[in-house]
């Protein structure tokens, strides 16, 4: 049995049937594969949204990844396409015939691969194609003809516009992370490839939130969708311990040092709001002892995956990643999430702890919180509608102070403690801290000549653009996240589709 949003699972099976896939009646071939995966049960999204997708309708559904949506949309969608199945080596005869479309390369890879294993005793094809990588490859498999294509609205549009992608007998499109693709600034892409598809299709659009943009989308191009919501949007899960400490600057990396020690973990992810941030910060863990990784918008596909292998095989405890890169990810059983920094969007800190306390597992969920963060925190506590209290963090006296061993700029202004200043009284667990001892892997180096230099992204080899991030710059803008776009200009865009 894999992994499940527990919480969302526990809300709904009052009024959801739980139901075996077996008394579903899939066709032999995906009945087997699914069984090969250890599904028994169907989830709640599972439930409700399969039955409604065989019949052909449109769904509108709020689901959030862990929830097994990618199962329940690509199931009825594979079970309808059976009858196009066929062994013929013409290309003609496998058409794009379902399209879906995810804001992320990883995610994407994610779909991909589950719609592979789902596919595995069936004759239908599928691919995967998305920004970062080489054309070539992609173009190869899409000539030969596949019958569903997962991508990224920016590689899709590449391809369509280089006529290896015809898209004119499209039956189904998903939709998938539309509030993602959104925030990312995809909205023109959507509206091009949409404007390929015939009229007469099926549309599938999954959400984690039902905001007002992502209900005009849908109005714009759903027909009289079914609404499925399977999560009180926005709800945190039940399994998951939350904490927010007071804590500046280089404290939090002390403090980080602190809780891991505290509550011995072996993994975390470690959210930070920046790119600049991401790298830094993995770059100070990894010479503090621990065994870090960042996951960002510039580092290439294949560092990415790299990144994301090491930490899935334990090889690295620490990933250290930024919102758009960490979004999706399909990392079971991580014991803690770490904002290091507190999200600028509320949203985003649902979907960050909903990386821990799956599938019924305890997680945790430690924020970080200095004193410019209280409007963010606010937001947060109005979005969860829980209570947030403020804690103080206790320092060991035991506990190496890294702090001493250099500072990082992770681009936010601190302020420099004079004796005597009494904003030190806000933190009222401190205790003076001893030398180190010997909890952390490897020893310390004192200075790392990284952290006086100005930050530079990584060159990308030719034709390797982190587009999706890229395509969110918003130059003149500052203060602000690079991913939240005003409503103003999102609604303008509407206008204009
Ligand atoms: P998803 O939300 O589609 O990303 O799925 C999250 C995880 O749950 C994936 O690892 C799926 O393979 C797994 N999964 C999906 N449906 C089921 C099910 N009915 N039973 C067990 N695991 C499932």
């Not at 008394?23 to 049960?41: D, F, I, K, N, T």
């Not at 004192?446 to 060159?459: G, I």
Request: hydrophobic share 40%.
């Amino acid at each position: 049995m894999t992994e499940l949003n527990s919480a969302n699972a526990s809300e709904l099976t009052s009024d959801t049937p739980i139901m075996a896939f077996a008394q579903l009646q899939l066709a032999a071939p995906l009945a087997r594969a699914v069984a090969e995966m250890g599904y028994e049960s169907m989830t709640p999204i599972q439930a409700q949204a399969i039955p409604v997708v065989l019949q052909g309708r449109d769904v509108m559904g709020a689901a959030q990844t862990g929830t097994g949506k990618t199962a329940a949309f690509a199931l009825p969608l594979m079970q309808r396409l059976l009858k196009h199945e066929n062994t013929s080596t013409s290309p003609a005869r496998h058409p794009v015939r379902a399209l879906v479309l995810l804001p992320t390369r990883e995610l994407a890879d994610q779909v991909a691969d589950n719609i592979k294993q789902y596919g595995k005793y069936t004759n239908l094809r599928s691919a995967v194609v998305f920004g970062g990588m080489d054309m070539k490859p992609q173009t190869l498999e899409l000539k030969q003809g596949v019958e569903i294509l997962v991508a990224t609205p920016g590689r899709l549009l590449d391809h369509i516009e280089a006529k290896n992608a015809v898209l004119n007998q499209v039956e189904y499109v998903v939709l998938d992370e539309a509030d993602r693709m959104l925030d990312i600034g995809f909205l023109p892409d959507l509206q091009r490839i949409l404007s390929y598809l015939p009229k007469q299709r099926t549309t599938l659009l999954f959400s984690a939130t039902f905001s007002p943009e992502i209900k005009r989308l849908a109005n714009s191009y759903l027909q009289n969708p079914v609404t499925i919501e399977v999560a009180r949007s926005n709800a945190t899960a039940s399994t998951v311990e939350q904490h927010f400490y007071s804590v500046e600057g280089d404290d939090k990396r002390h403090a980080l040092h602190q809780v891991l020690k505290d509550r011995g973990l072996k993994q975390a992810f470690v959210f930070v709001n920046s790119k600049l941030g991401c790298a830094r910060l993995a770059r100070s863990l990894e010479h503090e002892g621990l065994k870090t990784t960042a996951l960002h918008g510039d580092k290439s596909q294949e560092e990415r995956l790299k990144a994301l292998e090491a930490f899935k095989s334990g090889e690295v405890d620490l990933l250290v990643c930024t919102d758009v890169a960490a979004r999706g990810l399909d990392i079971k059983d991580v014991p803690a999430v770490f904002n290091f920094d507190v999200p600028f969007n509320a949203e985003d800190y649902v979907h960050r702890i909903g990386r821990t306390g799956r599938a019924g597992a305890a997680g945790l969920a430690v924020n970080f919180v200095s004193k410019s963060d209280a409007r963010l925190v606010a937001d947060i506590e109005k979005l969860i509608k829980i209570k947030i209290e403020l804690e103080p963090i206790e320092f060991d006296e035991n506990l190496p102070d890294i702090r001493k061993q250099g500072h990082i700029n992770t681009g936010r202004r601190l302020y420099q403690q004079e004796p005597g200043d009494s904003r030190r009284e806000e933190f009222p667990g401190r205790v003076p801290r001893a030398p180190r001892n010997d909890y952390r892997r490897e020893p310390v180096k004192s200075q790392d000549p990284f952290f006086s230099k100005p930050y530079e992204p990584p060159v990308l080899p030719a034709g390797e653009v982190p587009s999706w991030e890229a395509a969110a710059v918003r130059p003149g803008v500052r203060g602000i996240s690079s991913n939240i776009k005003t409503k103003r200009k999102v609604a303008a865009l509407f206008k204009a589709g």
